[in-house]
């Protein structure tokens, strides 16, 4: 009985840890996410491919414009997208959105108006 006491332990620490790391990185790395365009394809059998897209975009803010836009070449919705902010500037955005032509992020408060002042590392695949 003991042992079943210990390993029930252990495993409540490991999905403890994991959830932690979950609160802590989340913010880093948000799911869903221009210019430069990278085509990726992973064989994983013979009748199933994925298809992934990834780059970095570089735009410039307005101080009013609340949301970018990048085309993520993959020609449906992505089933998976993440975003990476590159530049201060762009560290603060409050979601992502992805249809079947674009991936655009969103802002509460529009970044500050400069030149290649928001930029981001995007990845989209099916």
């Not at 210019?35 to 059998?45: G, L």
């Not at 009748?47 to 897209?53: A, D, M």
């Not at 590159?86 to 032509?101: F, I, L, P």
């Not at 674009?102 to 030149?115: C, D, M, N, Q, S």
């Amino acid at each position: 009985m003991r042992n079943r006491n210990n390993e029930f332990l252990i495993w409540a620490l490991i999905v403890l840890v994991v959830v932690i790391l979950w609160f802590i990185l989340r913010d880093k790395l948000k799911w869903v996410t221009t210019d430069t365009t990278t085509p990726r394809t992973t064989a994983k059998t013979a009748t199933e491919q994925t298809r992934s897209y990834s780059g970095t975009s570089t735009h410039s803010g307005t101080g009013t414009a609340t949301s970018f836009s990048v085309p993520h070449l993959l020609g449906e919705k992505p089933v998976f997208v993440q975003i990476t902010a590159t530049s201060n500037d762009a560290g603060n955005y409050d979601h992502v959105e992805a249809d079947t032509k674009l991936i655009t992020v969103f802002y509460k408060v529009a970044p500050p108006e400069g030149v290649n002042n928001v930029t981001f590392n995007w990845f989209a695949s099916l």
